[in-house]
């Protein structure tokens, strides 16, 4: 059946890469490598980003990074921290001082206590910074870590920056929310998510810029 038809590569996918233990990686490799006796002329390509940690044999020909390019470690079972490639950054719009104990967005989910300073920051769930991030997510603001104040909104989050010196933020500057002090793997964690998911909901609002030599 297969005599007119010229094979170049036979692929298959890890179900479980992110979790090195998992018995099922063994047992997807040894069926894989069945099937690739009976193709033999063929080049074989198994591993995706946790592949490649696994062992040499599970790379073969050709191993497809995806997560893994972005710096992703955690959902690629990586044994250390890899360096992520991605930033991002959400200007503040506008800072209040609240005088009184006062809810902070939607279904007044989130307390503050009076003179508490809030920034308001032009990102939101419409843009990919999700909605389970609402009391749970953080930014950094000059360096300090700020958390979200109530839930995220549609093109709109709040962050407490009460402990931020009041002479080192002002509208117009940028919240982390992103960075080397909050990967993409805290932000997931915090989401109650993985960071695949982070990474391709970020939407197209955001102005991008490139940077390194070849750019």
């Known amino acids: 059946m297969l005599d007119g038809i010229e094979l170049d590569y036979v692929m298959s996918h890890l179900a479980c890469a992110d979790q090195p233990d998992h018995p099922k990686n063994e047992e997807q490799r040894k069926l894989f490598e069945e099937l690739r006796a009976k193709l033999p002329a063929a080049k074989a390509s198994f591993a995706n980003s946790g592949g490649i940690f696994l062992r040499p044999d599970y790379h073969y020909d050709l191993a497809r990074p995806g997560a893994a390019l972005y710096g ?53 769930y419409a843009d990919g910074y999700l909605r389970s991030l609402g009391n749970n997510g953080h930014g950094y603001a000059a360096g300090v870590k700020v958390p979200v104040a109530g839930r995220v909104s549609m093109d709109l989050t709040v962050f407490n920056v009460s402990d931020v010196p009041p002479h ?39 102005a991008k810029h490139y940077t390194g030599a070849n750019v």
């Open 72 to 124: 992703i470690s955690r959902g690629c079972g990586a044994p250390e921290r890899m360096r992520q490639v991605i930033g991002l950054k959400a200007k503040i719009l506008q800072i209040r001082v609240v005088d009184t104990e006062s809810t902070v967005g939607y279904g007044a989910t989130g307390t503050v206590p009076a003179n508490t300073r809030l920034a308001t920051v032009a990102a939101g």
């Open 168 to 206: 080192a933020i002002r509208p117009g500057d940028d919240i982390d929310l992103i960075c080397d002090d909050q990967t993409v793997d805290d932000v997931a964690d915090a989401a109650g998510t993985i960071g695949y998911e982070i990474l391709t909901s970020l939407g197209a609002r955001y």
